[in-house]
């Protein structure tokens, strides 16, 4: 760990991979963020590793994803690797999903700091 990343990013990191696995948002929702997002915002290296393999299994069904993810990071050097703990907790919540997306919209402008959001 470089040690550059604070506490808030760490949590926003770990945020933005649980909106990403969760049920609740759309295969293809999951990949257009995905594409937006540089994994270099992922300062840990195995945020950054799960990061690149939920990005590389694309548009599948977030069920399957949960089950591939593991073996995946495992592979990636990582054999300590829990999916549950990252995920901890489990159950998004609609309430949750929508501070999950707000970390998800924050490491996207991470990642693209030049960029204006567009202010709807």
């Known amino acids: 760990m470089s040690g550059k990343g604070t506490a808030h990013e760490f949590q926003l990191q770990k945020n933005t ?20 997002l540089d994994p270099i915002v992922f300062d840990d290296p195995l945020h950054r590793v799960v990061f690149e393999e939920i990005r590389d299994l694309g548009s599948i069904d977030s069920r399957r994803l949960r089950e591939l993810l593991p073996a995946r990071v495992t592979i990636r050097g990582f054999p300590d690797f829990d999916l549950n703990d990252l995920l901890a907790p489990r159950e998004v919540t609609e309430k949750e999903i929508d501070q999950l997306f707000e970390s998800a919209l924050q490491l ?8 204006e959001r567009p202010v709807d």
């Open 108 to 115: 996207l402008d991470l990642s693209h700091p030049d960029q």
């Open 17 to 36: 991979l649980r909106f990403l696995c969760s049920v609740l948002i759309k295969s293809g929702t999951r990949s257009e963020i995905c594409k937006l």
